[in-house]
Each structure stands twice: as C-alpha cells, then as structure tokens.
C-alpha cells in the first residue's frame, strides 16, 4: 500500500511559480511511475505530468509543456512539480497518484491507470 500526501499549493498572481510535493510512505513507491492531475472546478480530472519509476522518463499534457517540470527524489520518497509561468487557466485542486504496476515508463494518462491517490493540493493563479 502506498500513502501519498501533497503540499505546496497556495495562491499565485499570474506569471509566477510554485512547487508542489508529493510525499510518499513505503519504499515500494520507488519503483512505481508517479503523475500529477488536476481538477478545476465542475471539470473532469485531468492529466497534467507524469514521470517513469526511475525518474528518466517524462510525460507532459500540452497546456503545461515547457511551463511545468515533472522530478522525483527516490531516496526522501518525494516526486516535485515545478510550475512556471502560472496562468489563472491553471488553477485547479492538483493530485498525485502512483501507478499500481511496478517499473512503469511514466507514459500513462488516463487516471483508471493509477490505484494510489493523495488528497490534493489547492492551487489558485489570480489575473
């Protein structure tokens, strides 16, 4: 079983940055692929990044590409989403979610791929 939980979140004027975290229990998690969604409010949980259990593979949505940075420190159990150059399109409850299949690539989208959830962390990007 793997227990995440996020921090980071807050509230941002446009143009700025903030960095999440996605801290996890039980070193299984070292060897599962990570992705970050998030959801808007009356939306559908979307995916935002992903990166492979090892850290060298990186998936990113088109609206983030370029903006937004996927890593993950294995040794603290901790995966990080930088986010640059925030929009107020961006602003959303963001979550973390481990993959349930061990020594994934990073590659996986859609959110029925990850059984591990954290509770999600708010982040609001003012005009």
Not at 46 to 59: N, Y
Request: glycine share 14%.
């Amino acid at each position: 079983q793997v227990q995440l939980v996020e921090s980071g979140g807050g509230l941002v004027q446009a143009g700025g940055s903030l960095r999440l975290s996605c801290l996890a229990s039980g070193s299984t998690f070292r060897t599962h692929a990570v992705g970050w969604f998030r959801q808007a409010a009356g939306k559908e949980r979307e995916f935002v990044a992903a990166t492979s259990w090892s850290g060298g593979g990186r998936t990113y949505a088109d609206s983030v590409k370029g903006r937004f940075t996927i890593s993950r420190d294995n040794p603290k159990n901790t995966v990080y989403l930088q986010m640059d150059s925030l929009k107020p399109e961006d602003t959303a409850v963001y979550y973390c979610a481990a993959d349930h299949r061990p020594y994934g690539l990073g590659t996986r989208r859609g959110k029925d791929e990850y059984a591990y959830w954290g509770q999600g962390t708010q982040v609001t990007v003012s005009s």
